[in-house]
T-cell receptor, first 115, second 117 residues
Framework: KAGVTQTPRYLIKTRGQQVTLSCSPI?????VSWYQQTPGQGLQFLFE???????NKGNFPGRFSGRQFSNSRSEMNVSTLELGDSALYLC??????????????FGPGTRLTVL | AQKVTQAQTEISVVEKEDVTLDCVYE???????LFWYKQPPSGELVFLIR??????QNEISGRYSWNFQKSTSSFNFTITASQVVDSAVYFC??????????????FGSGTRLQVQP
């Protein structure tokens, strides 16, 4: 069974640009969560999508947005990039909504560098 | 608000030594879940264990063991007879329903473990 895949793996952008990252969950998984990892702030929760709806959102500005498609694939978008957005963006998928302690399977991440 | 503290930033041991990674958590929720993840240099987070707040039984899996104590809000992780392949950053995480919902993990800052041959 294929794991969580994220594309692209590496990305370089300049300030002010926007970027879209993609995440394909494990087949059959319906929940997709996004996390940002930086040396200064560590791992922080961005948002979670389930059945094409954003269910939870972390404490990030509106420049960070996402969506989920009917096949559970998810994208996140960051507009008007800032230097501080340079980070490893991790996507995680889990099987179902009901079980609160669902294991989350993480992808390899997309490393975004903003120049 | 919930919080996870991993006070040990970096630990260096020699192969075959035992090592314990500490994790202290805070939450007002009575039902919560605790996790440990391993992050090798490749960047992917690898799930190691989850424990719910009602199950204080310690667990052993091969060379790994976990000690959960609600009285001290701790969920410590011990690697017995460490190996070079154990070198990685280890994260403790908490999932509770209080703030951002059940799927959002609150991570500690991580402990970098270096196992020297």
């Amino acid at each position: 069974k294929a794991g969580v895949t994220q594309t692209p793996r590496y990305l370089i952008k300049t300030r002010g640009q926007q970027v879209t990252l993609s995440c394909s969950p494990i087949s059959g998984h319906r929940s997709v969560s996004w996390y940002q990892q930086t040396p200064g702030q560590g791992l922080q929760f961005l948002f979670e999508y389930f059945s094409e709806t954003q269910r939870n959102k972390g404490n990030f500005p509106g420049r960070f947005s996402g969506r989920q498609f009917s096949n559970s694939r998810s994208e996140m978008n960051v507009s008007t990039l800032e230097l501080g957005d340079s980070a490893l963006y991790l996507c995680a998928s889990s099987l179902e909504q009901a079980a609160r302690d669902d294991e989350q399977f993480f992808g390899p991440g997309t490393r975004l560098t903003v120049l | 608000a919930q919080k996870v503290t991993q006070a040990q930033t970096e630990i260096s041991v020699v192969e075959k030594e035992d090592v314990t990674l500490d994790c202290v958590y805070e939450t007002r929720d009575t039902t919560y879940y605790l996790f440990w993840y391993k992050q090798p240099p490749s960047g992917e987070l690898v799930f190691l264990i989850r424990r719910n707040s009602f199950d204080e039984q310690n667990e052993i899996s091969g060379r790994y063991s976990w000690n959960f104590q609600k009285s001290t809000s701790s969920f410590n992780f011990t690697i017995t007879a460490s190996q070079v392949v154990d070198s990685a950053v280890y994260f403790c995480a908490l999932s509770a329903n209080q703030d951002t919902g059940r799927r959002a993990l609150t991570f500690g800052s991580g402990t970098r473990l270096q196992v020297q041959p």
